[in-house]
Nanobody
Framework: QVQLVESGGGLVQAGGSLRLSCAAS????????MGWFRQAPGKERQFVGG????????YSADAGKGRFTVSRDNAKKPVYLQMNDLKPEDTAAYYC???????????????????WGQGTPVPVSS
């Protein structure tokens, strides 16, 4: 079992920055690919970015390319989502997710992950 807890969300003005953290506990953290997703009210949950189990590969979805960066510290177990130049359309609840893998692949679909945090809200005001 892996337990995930997000933190760092909160109200931010357009153009501002936030760094979300995802604290992981349980199994060997470096065996898990980590993903960040977001879900706006009335919309489906969508992939934002992810990082491979060793941290060697990262991938950001188009909506966050150039603005969002995922990183991890396998020694201390947090995963981070650095968000810069935030826009009102980035308003959503943000979730981190984990999945065991023996590869360096990054999963972009919801079904690829079997552990989820409870989410942290990020409202962006215009």
């Amino acid at each position: 079992q892996v337990q995930l807890v997000e933190s760092g969300g909160g109200l931010v003005q357009a153009g501002g920055s936030l760094r979300l953290s995802c604290a992981a506990s349980g199994r060997t953290f470096s065996d898990y690919v980590m993903g960040w997703f977001r879900q706006a009210p009335g919309k489906e949950r969508q992939f934002v970015g992810g990082i491979s189990r060793t941290g060697g590969n990262t991938y950001s979805a188009d909506a966050g390319k150039g603005r969002f960066t995922v990183s991890r510290d396998n020694a201390k177990k947090p995963v981070y989502l650095q968000m810069n130049d935030l826009k009102p359309e980035d308003t959503a609840a943000y979730y981190c997710a984990a999945a065991w893998t023996s590869t360096e692949l990054i999963f972009t679909g919801i079904k690829g992950y079997n552990y989820w945090g409870q989410g942290t809200p990020v409202p962006v005001s215009s």
